[in-house]
């Protein structure tokens, strides 16, 4: 019998079932993304149309899929649903994707991925209204404390104590760079140049990652948003941008890659 290869195909299963329960988790996100800013409860009710109130079946609310089916609009009045609901979903199933070939199944694929989905309505909040809700960044930041005591190998250390100074530099060094920043940016421009919600995301992305990739995230961060600030500009002229959402995908960055930029950059290789 040539050889049929089982491994292959568990594998091939394993990352069908990964992206599955990213996009239901993305599908979850977007009900924060929407609730959240609201000050609605994120459990209850069920998704129901802004528009016409009616409850979202759960055959309407297929990740991916009932946005197709339904070309984009609500079954029964035919209000049109954002395409950010696709978008979320879809991009959260490729980070689970992304997360899980770096990863595997292990504690910080699940840690990390917590932490990425923060992010997610972090930055789509923050695109909608310019604000970062505290229940993502201040919790985040006590989130990230209590998991970098419990788990200190976040921090490359065995000792739970030093995990938790760890986390704590970065929050510190993380929020106190950006405040610094708006400091300063508000004595040279004469006017707010940064946002408190900006400060508490960079803390919390330290609480997670630790200072040194705190720092790195608050450096590749204009250059990620020039990058998307030059794509939102022509399509908008808007020079009005959230920064919220740089920080948060610069983050990501560092966190996969972050330990070899930093080489790249003292040691050249
Ligand atoms: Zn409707």
């Given at each position: 019998m ?13 990352n069908?079932?990964?992206?599955i329960?990213g ?5 979850f ?31 309407d609310?297929?990740p ?11 079954r029964?009045c035919k209000a ?14 490729l ?6 070939y770096?990863l595997g ?5 699940v840690?990390?991925?917590?932490f990425?989905?923060g ?6 909040v923050?695109?909608n209204?310019r ?9 985040g930041?006590v ?10 190998q ?10 938790l100074y760890r ?15 708006g400091i300063?940016?508000?004595f ?11 400060v508490?995301?960079?803390a919390m992305?330290g609480?997670f ?10 450096f ?6 020039s ?5 939102i500009?022509i399509k ?12 948060a ?9 972050g330990?070899?930029?930093?080489r790249w ?5």
């Open positions: 040539a050889g049929f290869n089982f491994e292959a195909l568990f594998q091939i299963a394993l069908i079932i990964v992206f329960f996009l239901l988790v993305g599908s996100l977007n009900v924060c993304i929407y609730r959240l800013p609201r000050e609605k409860s994120v459990v209850k009710p069920r998704s129901f149309c802004p528009q016409c109130k009616k409850t979202i079946r759960w055959y609310n297929v991916l899929l009932s946005y197709i089916i339904l070309g984009g609009k609500c029964y049109k649903i954002s395409l950010q609901y696709f978008i979320v979903e879809l991009i959260t199933g980070f689970f994707l992304l997360f899980y770096y199944l292990s504690l910080p694929f840690i990390y991925l917590v990425v989905c992010l997610i309505v972090a930055t789509f923050d695109f209204f604000i970062i809700p505290d229940e993502i960044s201040v919790g930041i989130l990230g404390l209590i998991i970098s005591l419990a788990f200190p976040l921090h490359n250390t065995q000792n739970h104590l030093l995990g986390s704590f530099l970065g929050v510190i060094i993380g929020g106190g760079i950006i405040w610094l920043t300063i940016g508000d040279i421009f004469k006017k707010e140049t940064m946002g408190g919600g900006d508490k995301l960079l992305i609480a990652l630790g200072w040194p990739l705190a720092v790195l995230t608050f590749l961060a204009p250059l990620v948003g990058i998307i600030g030059i794509i500009w908008t002229k808007s020079s009005l941008i959230a920064y919220g959402p740089y920080l995908l610069a983050s990501i960055v560092s966190l996969l890659w330990g070899r930029i930093i950059i003292l040691f050249r290789y």
